[in-house]
């Protein structure tokens, strides 16, 4: 069985944001703005991305 994995870029800046929502980014694994991961959709990855979806570009 395949795992889903999903795509998401960095569309804004870091600057100017909470110590929270860098984390959440750096924990995504992104580092700056265009930078692209594809990830395995899980519960864990979707919760950080909630967070700071106004930030996030996300494929399926």
């Known amino acids: 069985m395949a795992t889903k994995m999903i795509k998401v870029t960095l569309i804004k800046s870091l600057s100017k ?3 929270v929502q ?4 750096s ?3 992104l580092r700056r703005i265009g930078h692209t991961r594809e990830l395995i ?3 864990i990855v979707r919760g950080l991305i909630n967070k700071i979806s106004f930030m ?3 494929e399926e």
């Not at 860098?22 to 980014?25: F, L, R």
């Open 17 to 19: 944001r909470t110590p």
């Open 22 to 25: 860098k984390q959440c980014v």
């Open 27 to 29: 924990g995504l694994g």
């Open 41 to 43: 959709d899980n519960a």
């Open 56 to 58: 996030l570009r996300v």
